[in-house]
């Protein structure tokens, strides 16, 4: 069992070795495209990058596949349209979470589009807008 506050190296070692090398192909790229102002955390379950206490990207080895957590696809529609025509219509997906068993089942090149196109800055405040918008939506704020 993984305990908190890990290395990325501790982390890769509790994986098994296939898992490693799609975990290691998908986070180095992630690791590669991140803008300025994102602080990277390694827990137990998960890898992530977030902005204050929001998260940016986050990668989880689950039971029977990965997945990549990209919040820009939630908070900026534009991001979502983006991936969506170019993610392969077998790609299990949700409105941020996308669960695959091979790096290559992502679309990588527009994955690391996604993950560079927003500062820390420009994120959080997408967030925030994101929030009013779902609050006022909602009619609780």
Not at 40 to 49: M, N, P, Q, V
């Amino acid at each position: 069992m993984m305990g908190n506050n890990l290395s990325y190296e501790q982390y890769l070692a509790e994986l098994p070795v296939g898992r490693r090398v799609e975990v290691e192909r998908v986070w180095g790229l992630v690791r590669e495209k991140m803008p300025a102002g994102y602080v990277e955390e390694i827990g137990a379950k998960f890898l992530s990058f977030k902005a204050g206490d929001d998260w940016y990207v986050a990668l989880a080895n689950q039971k029977n596949y990965i997945s990549l957590y990209l919040m820009p696809l939630y908070v900026f529609p534009e991001m979502k349209a983006k991936f969506d025509a170019a993610a392969s219509k077998k790609l299990k997906c949700g409105k941020s979470c996308i669960n695959f068993q091979r790096a290559e089942e992502l679309p990588l090149e527009v994955v690391g589009e996604i993950v560079g196109s927003q500062d820390a800055q420009a994120y959080a405040e997408g967030v925030r807008q994101t929030r009013c918008a779902d609050k006022a939506a909602t009619g609780k704020g």
